[in-house]
Protein backbone atom coordinates (compact mmCIF):
# COMPACT_ATOMS: atom_id res chain seq x y z
CA UNK A 1 0.00 0.00 0.00
CA UNK A 2 2.73 2.07 0.83
CA UNK A 3 4.86 1.41 -2.15
CA UNK A 4 1.66 2.12 -4.97
CA UNK A 5 1.30 5.68 -2.69
CA UNK A 6 4.89 6.11 -3.43
CA UNK A 7 4.85 4.98 -6.86
CA UNK A 8 1.65 7.34 -6.90
CA UNK A 9 3.55 10.39 -5.34
CA UNK A 10 6.56 9.83 -7.94
CA UNK A 11 4.34 9.82 -11.21
CA UNK A 12 2.81 13.15 -9.82
CA UNK A 13 5.58 14.40 -9.06
CA UNK A 14 7.11 13.77 -12.70
CA UNK A 15 3.84 15.11 -14.12
CA UNK A 16 4.58 18.29 -12.24
CA UNK A 17 7.93 17.84 -13.48
CA UNK A 18 6.82 18.53 -17.34
CA UNK A 19 4.73 21.83 -15.92
CA UNK A 20 8.34 23.63 -14.71
CA UNK A 21 9.60 26.17 -16.33
CA UNK A 22 13.53 25.65 -18.35
CA UNK A 23 16.20 25.39 -16.42
CA UNK A 24 18.16 28.40 -15.32
CA UNK A 25 20.82 28.00 -17.92
CA UNK A 26 18.54 28.06 -20.86
CA UNK A 27 16.51 30.62 -19.75
CA UNK A 28 19.72 32.93 -19.54
CA UNK A 29 20.91 31.81 -22.95
CA UNK A 30 17.33 32.57 -24.61
CA UNK A 31 17.47 36.70 -22.42
CA UNK A 32 21.22 36.94 -23.83
CA UNK A 33 19.97 36.01 -27.53
CA UNK A 34 16.80 38.17 -27.15
CA UNK A 35 19.33 40.95 -25.50
CA UNK A 36 22.21 40.67 -28.49
CA UNK A 37 19.05 41.03 -30.64
CA UNK A 38 17.64 44.19 -29.33
CA UNK A 39 21.67 45.75 -29.15
CA UNK A 40 21.45 44.92 -33.34
CA UNK A 41 18.50 46.87 -33.70
CA UNK A 42 19.63 49.79 -31.38
CA UNK A 43 22.45 50.33 -33.17
CA UNK A 44 20.51 49.91 -36.95
CA UNK A 45 18.33 52.59 -36.08
CA UNK A 46 21.08 54.85 -34.37
CA UNK A 47 22.96 54.30 -37.53
CA UNK A 48 20.04 55.55 -39.68
CA UNK A 49 19.29 58.38 -37.32
CA UNK A 50 23.21 59.67 -37.81
CA UNK A 51 22.83 59.66 -41.26
CA UNK A 52 19.37 61.20 -41.44
CA UNK A 53 21.09 64.47 -38.82
CA UNK A 54 24.23 64.39 -40.93
CA UNK A 55 22.98 64.13 -44.55
CA UNK A 56 19.34 65.65 -44.42
CA UNK A 57 19.35 67.80 -41.12
CA UNK A 58 22.38 69.29 -40.90
CA UNK A 59 22.39 70.18 -44.54
CA UNK A 60 19.18 71.43 -44.58
CA UNK A 61 19.78 73.85 -41.62
CA UNK A 62 23.37 75.28 -42.64
CA UNK A 63 22.03 75.89 -46.22
CA UNK A 64 19.33 78.00 -44.46
CA UNK A 65 21.57 79.79 -42.67
CA UNK A 66 24.17 80.28 -45.56
CA UNK A 67 21.19 82.09 -46.88
CA UNK A 68 22.15 85.07 -44.80
CA UNK A 69 25.67 85.06 -45.36
CA UNK A 70 28.20 86.19 -47.10
CA UNK A 71 32.12 84.96 -48.01
CA UNK A 72 35.00 86.98 -46.49
CA UNK A 73 37.96 86.35 -48.66
CA UNK A 74 40.22 87.63 -45.89
CA UNK A 75 39.26 84.97 -43.56
CA UNK A 76 37.83 82.34 -46.42
CA UNK A 77 34.82 82.01 -44.37
CA UNK A 78 31.05 82.37 -44.45
CA UNK A 79 29.67 85.18 -42.24
CA UNK A 80 26.24 86.51 -41.29
CA UNK A 81 25.06 89.81 -42.62
CA UNK A 82 24.19 92.69 -40.10
CA UNK A 83 20.70 92.53 -38.85
CA UNK A 84 19.77 95.47 -41.19
CA UNK A 85 21.51 93.92 -44.30
CA UNK A 86 20.25 89.96 -43.66
CA UNK A 87 18.23 89.72 -46.49
CA UNK A 88 20.78 90.84 -49.13
CA UNK A 89 21.18 87.28 -50.62
CA UNK A 90 17.67 87.55 -51.55
CA UNK A 91 17.19 91.34 -52.55
CA UNK A 92 20.12 90.41 -54.95
CA UNK A 93 17.97 87.66 -56.39
CA UNK A 94 15.16 88.89 -57.47
CA UNK A 95 16.89 91.99 -58.31
CA UNK A 96 18.89 89.59 -60.98
CA UNK A 97 15.29 87.71 -61.88
CA UNK A 98 13.56 90.51 -63.07
CA UNK A 99 16.39 92.45 -64.51
CA UNK A 100 16.35 93.29 -68.66
CA UNK A 101 20.37 93.76 -68.21
CA UNK A 102 20.76 90.35 -66.62
CA UNK A 103 20.32 86.77 -68.42
CA UNK A 104 18.53 85.29 -65.20
CA UNK A 105 15.27 85.45 -65.89
CA UNK A 106 16.05 83.91 -69.29
CA UNK A 107 17.93 80.77 -67.64
CA UNK A 108 14.47 80.63 -65.63
CA UNK A 109 12.46 80.36 -68.87
CA UNK A 110 14.49 78.33 -70.73
CA UNK A 111 14.54 75.74 -67.73
CA UNK A 112 10.42 75.72 -67.51
CA UNK A 113 10.48 74.61 -71.27
CA UNK A 114 12.94 71.63 -70.40
CA UNK A 115 10.29 70.44 -67.97
CA UNK A 116 7.52 70.69 -70.17
CA UNK A 117 9.00 68.84 -72.47
CA UNK A 118 8.80 66.30 -69.79
CA UNK A 119 5.18 66.80 -69.01
CA UNK A 120 4.26 66.43 -72.86
CA UNK A 121 6.52 63.02 -72.94
CA UNK A 122 3.96 61.67 -70.28
CA UNK A 123 0.99 60.60 -72.50
CA UNK A 124 2.69 59.27 -75.22
CA UNK A 125 4.75 57.33 -72.69
CA UNK A 126 1.22 56.01 -71.26
CA UNK A 127 0.14 55.17 -74.70
CA UNK A 128 3.45 53.22 -75.50
CA UNK A 129 3.16 51.03 -72.15
CA UNK A 130 -1.03 50.23 -72.84
CA UNK A 131 0.46 49.05 -76.37
CA UNK A 132 2.78 47.30 -75.03
CA UNK A 133 0.49 45.97 -72.32
CA UNK A 134 -2.60 44.63 -75.18
CA UNK A 135 0.90 43.49 -77.12
CA UNK A 136 -0.27 44.67 -80.15
CA UNK A 137 1.56 44.91 -83.11
CA UNK A 138 5.37 46.15 -82.94
CA UNK A 139 4.88 46.15 -79.28
CA UNK A 140 8.01 43.94 -79.36
CA UNK A 141 10.10 46.74 -81.18
CA UNK A 142 8.76 49.14 -78.77
CA UNK A 143 10.40 47.23 -75.91
CA UNK A 144 13.71 46.88 -77.59
CA UNK A 145 13.85 50.94 -78.25
CA UNK A 146 12.67 51.90 -75.14
CA UNK A 147 13.82 49.75 -72.58
CA UNK A 148 17.80 50.53 -73.58
CA UNK A 149 17.85 53.45 -72.65
CA UNK A 150 16.50 52.83 -69.11
CA UNK A 151 18.88 49.73 -68.49
CA UNK A 152 21.79 51.95 -69.64
CA UNK A 153 23.08 54.76 -67.42
CA UNK A 154 21.71 58.19 -67.50
CA UNK A 155 25.93 59.46 -68.37
CA UNK A 156 26.45 57.16 -70.59
CA UNK A 157 23.60 57.58 -72.90
CA UNK A 158 24.53 61.72 -72.69
CA UNK A 159 27.96 60.50 -73.74
CA UNK A 160 27.25 58.51 -77.21
CA UNK A 161 24.68 61.36 -77.83
CA UNK A 162 27.66 63.90 -77.37
CA UNK A 163 30.10 61.52 -79.48
CA UNK A 164 27.45 61.03 -81.93
CA UNK A 165 26.58 64.92 -82.31
CA UNK A 166 30.37 66.02 -82.36
CA UNK A 167 31.92 62.97 -84.49
CA UNK A 168 29.22 61.12 -85.96
CA UNK A 169 27.84 63.92 -87.60
CA UNK A 170 31.18 65.23 -88.58
CA UNK A 171 31.34 62.07 -90.43
CA UNK A 172 28.73 62.58 -92.41
CA UNK A 173 29.55 66.10 -92.85
CA UNK A 174 32.89 65.35 -94.63
CA UNK A 175 32.54 61.71 -96.33
CA UNK A 176 28.71 61.64 -97.30
CA UNK A 177 28.34 65.27 -98.01
CA UNK A 178 31.85 66.12 -99.24
CA UNK A 179 32.39 69.23 -97.09
CA UNK A 180 35.13 71.04 -95.33
CA UNK A 181 36.19 70.32 -92.04
CA UNK A 182 36.57 73.50 -90.95
CA UNK A 183 33.22 74.52 -92.19
CA UNK A 184 31.43 72.04 -90.09
CA UNK A 185 29.91 73.27 -86.51
CA UNK A 186 28.47 70.83 -83.73
CA UNK A 187 24.85 71.32 -83.28
CA UNK A 188 25.83 71.26 -79.68
CA UNK A 189 28.00 74.47 -80.16
CA UNK A 190 25.75 76.39 -82.30
CA UNK A 191 23.31 78.77 -80.76
CA UNK A 192 21.35 78.18 -83.28
CA UNK A 193 20.42 74.40 -83.37
CA UNK A 194 21.80 73.52 -79.97
CA UNK A 195 18.00 74.41 -77.86
CA UNK A 196 16.16 72.14 -80.57
CA UNK A 197 18.84 69.29 -80.37
CA UNK A 198 18.43 69.31 -76.48
CA UNK A 199 14.60 69.77 -76.36
CA UNK A 200 14.65 66.49 -79.13
CA UNK A 201 17.04 64.67 -76.55
CA UNK A 202 14.80 65.86 -73.56
CA UNK A 203 11.95 64.18 -75.67
CA UNK A 204 13.37 60.93 -76.47
CA UNK A 205 14.94 59.84 -73.58
CA UNK A 206 12.41 60.78 -71.55
CA UNK A 207 9.29 58.74 -73.06
CA UNK A 208 11.05 55.24 -70.75
CA UNK A 209 11.39 57.08 -67.74
CA UNK A 210 8.84 55.46 -66.27
CA UNK A 211 7.33 52.96 -69.08
CA UNK A 212 8.03 49.94 -66.07
CA UNK A 213 6.11 51.92 -63.34
CA UNK A 214 3.42 52.08 -66.19
CA UNK A 215 3.60 48.63 -67.31
CA UNK A 216 3.09 47.35 -63.64
CA UNK A 217 0.28 49.60 -62.97
CA UNK A 218 -1.35 48.52 -66.15
CA UNK A 219 -0.82 44.94 -65.61
CA UNK A 220 -2.75 45.42 -62.15
CA UNK A 221 -6.32 45.83 -64.00
CA UNK A 222 -8.57 43.04 -63.51
CA UNK A 223 -9.24 40.61 -66.08
CA UNK A 224 -12.80 41.09 -64.99
CA UNK A 225 -13.40 44.11 -65.96
CA UNK A 226 -11.57 44.26 -68.92
CA UNK A 227 -14.46 40.99 -70.18
CA UNK A 228 -16.71 42.87 -69.12
CA UNK A 229 -15.65 46.54 -70.90
CA UNK A 230 -15.28 43.39 -74.15
CA UNK A 231 -19.02 42.23 -73.24
CA UNK A 232 -19.70 46.12 -73.15
CA UNK A 233 -18.29 46.78 -77.15
CA UNK A 234 -15.49 48.68 -75.45
CA UNK A 235 -12.28 49.91 -78.05
CA UNK A 236 -8.90 49.95 -77.01
CA UNK A 237 -8.97 53.76 -76.80
CA UNK A 238 -12.56 53.36 -74.57
CA UNK A 239 -10.91 50.64 -72.08
CA UNK A 240 -7.40 52.59 -72.42
CA UNK A 241 -9.97 55.99 -70.61
CA UNK A 242 -12.42 54.42 -69.17
CA UNK A 243 -10.74 51.66 -67.36
CA UNK A 244 -7.16 51.88 -67.34
CA UNK A 245 -6.09 55.27 -66.27
CA UNK A 246 -8.94 55.85 -63.66
CA UNK A 247 -7.00 52.79 -61.78
CA UNK A 248 -3.74 54.36 -62.52
CA UNK A 249 -4.94 57.64 -61.60
CA UNK A 250 -3.11 57.75 -58.33
CA UNK A 251 0.31 56.69 -60.17
CA UNK A 252 -0.65 59.84 -62.70
CA UNK A 253 -0.89 62.04 -59.45
CA UNK A 254 2.84 60.90 -57.73
CA UNK A 255 3.83 62.03 -62.01
CA UNK A 256 2.08 65.32 -61.79
CA UNK A 257 2.93 66.52 -58.04
CA UNK A 258 7.26 65.45 -59.06
CA UNK A 259 6.91 67.79 -61.95
CA UNK A 260 5.21 70.52 -60.49
CA UNK A 261 8.06 70.05 -57.84
CA UNK A 262 11.10 70.54 -60.04
CA UNK A 263 9.53 72.81 -61.98
CA UNK A 264 11.76 75.94 -61.14
CA UNK A 265 15.05 74.21 -60.59
CA UNK A 266 15.09 71.80 -64.05
CA UNK A 267 18.02 71.99 -66.06
CA UNK A 268 17.50 69.53 -68.79
CA UNK A 269 20.09 67.33 -69.94
CA UNK A 270 22.99 70.08 -69.38
CA UNK A 271 25.13 68.88 -66.79
CA UNK A 272 25.10 65.28 -67.94
CA UNK A 273 26.73 66.85 -71.92
CA UNK A 274 28.17 69.75 -70.93
CA UNK A 275 29.70 69.10 -67.26
CA UNK A 276 30.47 72.03 -65.48
CA UNK A 277 31.37 74.54 -68.76
CA UNK A 278 34.90 73.34 -68.50
CA UNK A 279 34.40 70.00 -70.74
CA UNK A 280 35.76 71.92 -73.64
CA UNK A 281 32.31 71.49 -75.47
CA UNK A 282 30.88 75.22 -75.70
CA UNK A 283 27.60 75.85 -74.17
CA UNK A 284 25.23 78.90 -75.87
CA UNK A 285 23.79 81.13 -73.98
CA UNK A 286 20.54 80.48 -75.26
CA UNK A 287 20.61 76.76 -73.89
CA UNK A 288 21.44 77.72 -70.40
CA UNK A 289 18.68 76.85 -67.71
CA UNK A 290 18.39 78.17 -64.10
CA UNK A 291 18.69 75.10 -62.76
CA UNK A 292 21.97 74.74 -64.35
CA UNK A 293 23.14 77.92 -63.67
CA UNK A 294 22.93 78.00 -59.99
CA UNK A 295 24.61 74.49 -59.45
CA UNK A 296 27.27 75.10 -61.73
CA UNK A 297 27.75 78.83 -59.98
CA UNK A 298 27.92 76.75 -57.02
CA UNK A 299 30.99 74.24 -58.12
CA UNK A 300 32.90 76.55 -60.72
CA UNK A 301 33.61 79.68 -61.67
CA UNK A 302 32.83 78.97 -65.28
CA UNK A 303 29.42 80.65 -65.04
CA UNK A 304 29.60 84.07 -62.62
CA UNK A 305 33.25 84.17 -63.20
CA UNK A 306 33.97 84.26 -58.90
CA UNK A 307 34.64 81.41 -56.82
CA UNK A 308 31.98 79.14 -55.81
CA UNK A 309 32.37 80.49 -52.37
CA UNK A 310 31.05 83.49 -53.03
CA UNK A 311 27.82 81.98 -54.56
CA UNK A 312 26.50 80.10 -51.80
CA UNK A 313 24.72 82.69 -49.98
CA UNK A 314 23.53 83.72 -53.47
CA UNK A 315 22.22 80.15 -54.53
CA UNK A 316 20.94 79.23 -51.18
CA UNK A 317 18.83 82.38 -51.04
CA UNK A 318 17.56 81.82 -54.39
CA UNK A 319 16.53 77.90 -53.77
CA UNK A 320 15.04 78.95 -50.50
CA UNK A 321 12.64 81.21 -52.47
CA UNK A 322 11.68 79.30 -54.53
CA UNK A 323 11.10 76.42 -51.90
CA UNK A 324 8.61 78.55 -50.55
CA UNK A 325 6.55 79.55 -54.08
CA UNK A 326 6.76 75.66 -54.82
CA UNK A 327 4.82 74.50 -51.17
CA UNK A 328 1.56 76.40 -51.81
CA UNK A 329 2.03 75.48 -55.25
CA UNK A 330 2.03 71.40 -55.18
CA UNK A 331 -0.27 71.94 -52.45
CA UNK A 332 -3.13 73.12 -54.57
CA UNK A 333 -1.94 70.83 -57.15
CA UNK A 334 -2.82 67.93 -54.55
CA UNK A 335 -6.21 69.06 -53.63
CA UNK A 336 -7.53 69.87 -57.48
CA UNK A 337 -6.32 66.16 -58.15
CA UNK A 338 -7.69 64.80 -55.02
CA UNK A 339 -11.41 67.21 -56.40
CA UNK A 340 -11.39 64.97 -59.55
CA UNK A 341 -10.11 61.61 -58.10
CA UNK A 342 -12.32 58.77 -59.66
CA UNK A 343 -11.65 56.37 -56.76
CA UNK A 344 -11.17 53.64 -58.76
CA UNK A 345 -9.86 50.67 -56.88
CA UNK A 346 -8.28 47.13 -57.36
Known amino acids: MNEQIREGTDLREEGESL???????????????????????????AFMLVQWCIFFA????????????YFDPADETQKFYAAKDMFTNFGTFLTDLFSSERPLGRYFLTGMVYHLTGLV?????????FIIYKKMPA????????????????MVIALLFKTFMNRGLLG???????????????????????????????FFFG????????????SRTPEE?????????????QEFVHLT???MFPVLQIYCLGMFTGFFTAQGPLYAIYGDGDSGTYLPDNAISFGYYMMVSAISDSMRGVSPEFSYGYTSASNLLIGLVSIPIVYGTKKLFDHFDPEADF
Open 207 to 218: LPGSLLINLGSM
Open 19 to 45: LLPPPPKKKRKMLATTKKAHIFCICVL
Open 121 to 129: CLPISLIFA
Open 245 to 247: LPL
Open 58 to 69: YGNINSILLAFQ
Open 225 to 237: LVEYGRLEGFSYF
Open 139 to 154: SGVMKVVLFVPSIISA
Open 172 to 202: VWTNVLGKEYNTFNSPLSDSGKVFGVLLLYQ
